[in-house]
């Protein structure tokens, strides 16, 4: 296989042909690169090569907070105290997964969510979060 950087073309047919659910096999030998260096690109573009949610709710609750997914770095007692486990909070936060009522209250209340912002998530999404102690 060829060791070339990577054209405009072959970047919109990969999403293309991510698009249509083909398998990285396919998607590979139809771009003449190996199936590594599709899925390091994918990768490295953040482009979803499996089933992602439409509307991912933990990530968009991160952004309200954040602005930006990246900015925010979960310690261990965040994992502790939302009782979310690394890798579902990573299937969460990629939109792999939607999360639970009890996931969103959870995060919601570590990420120290005012009154406003609560308000601002639930009318956007539509979710009954209660916040009673």
Partial sequence: ???ANWTPDEDRRLRRMVEEHKPIEAMARALGKSEMAVYLYA???RIALRHTVKNPLMRNLVEIK??????????RQFYRNTGISQRRWASLVFGYAQPT??????????LNFSLEETFKL???RQMS???RE
């Fill in 101 to 110: 009522q009890e996931e969103m209250v959870a995060a919601a209340r570590e």
């Fill in 43 to 45: 990768y490295r573009h």
């Fill in 66 to 75: 954040f602005g930006n997914v990246e900015y925010f770095q979960p310690t």
């Fill in 129 to 131: 979060l209660d916040f």
């Fill in 1 to 3: 296989m060829k060791k």
């Fill in 122 to 124: 639930m009318d956007s």
